[in-house]
């Protein structure tokens, strides 16, 4: 009773903020090791990249082309059918068909980006594990094949925000 009475009074005296997310960063090797004792932890579901996965990647990629892109100046979302849409449709639907492939949707993350033309543009980012480190590749409409995140950033992308990798939430990217 004493703890919530504390509680009680630490809130009407004070408004929590948020915590803000900021870049990706490996995590600490504590949970890493207690990930690889516990893969079962809905937090432990870090997709290692290998062959298999490459190519749901690729597939996914060459399906999402084949939807017939279409402006679209409204903000409504919903995943592409094939019957033309915009790129945040374009992503959505890349992302429903990698998540019924048993990707975690923590590692299929939207993201939103200034091209180098200086349009704003949606596309859907994936984190993996490849060789033991953190990367993610990006589905983009605009391109044929997966890209780093790097080598778009290389090519003039600047990356604005993206889902958080759990919850409704999204993140500012910082780097």
């Known amino acids: 009773m004493a703890a919530s009475l504390l509680l009680s009074a630490c809130a009407a005296n004070r408004t929590a903020e948020p915590l803000r997310d900021g870049g990706i960063v490996l995590p600490p090797r504590g949970w890493m090791?207690?990930?690889r004792r516990?893969?079962?932890?809905?937090?432990?579901k870090a997709v290692r990249l290998d062959?298999?996965?490459?190519?749901q990647l690729e597939?996914?990629?060459?399906?999402?082309?084949?939807?017939?892109?279409?402006?679209?100046?409204?903000?409504h979302w919903e995943v592409a059918r094939g019957n033309g849409a915009d790129c945040e449709d374009i992503a959505l639907a890349a992302r429903e068909r990698l998540h019924a492939e048993g990707w975690p949707l923590s590692s299929l993350r939207l993201a939103t980006?200034?091209?180098?033309?200086?349009?704003y543009h949606v596309v859907l980012t994936v984190d993996v594990i490849e060789h033991?480190?953190?990367?993610?590749?990006?589905?983009?409409?605009?391109?044929?094949g997966i890209v780093s995140s790097d080598r778009?950033?290389?090519?003039?992308?600047?990356f604005h925000m993206r889902q958080a990798s759990r919850g409704p939430h999204w993140v500012v990217v910082t780097g």
């Open 132 to 144: 033991g480190r953190l990367a993610t590749y990006v589905l983009d409409s605009r391109f044929t």
């Open 59 to 75: 597939q996914a990629q060459r399906e999402t082309r084949r939807i017939p892109r279409r402006s679209d100046r409204s903000d």
């Open 33 to 35: 090791d207690y990930c």
């Open 113 to 119: 980006a200034w091209t180098e033309r200086g349009d």
């Open 51 to 55: 062959a298999k996965r490459w190519r």
């Open 152 to 158: 778009l950033e290389r090519l003039g992308y600047r």
């Open 38 to 44: 516990n893969a079962s932890d809905p937090s432990c």
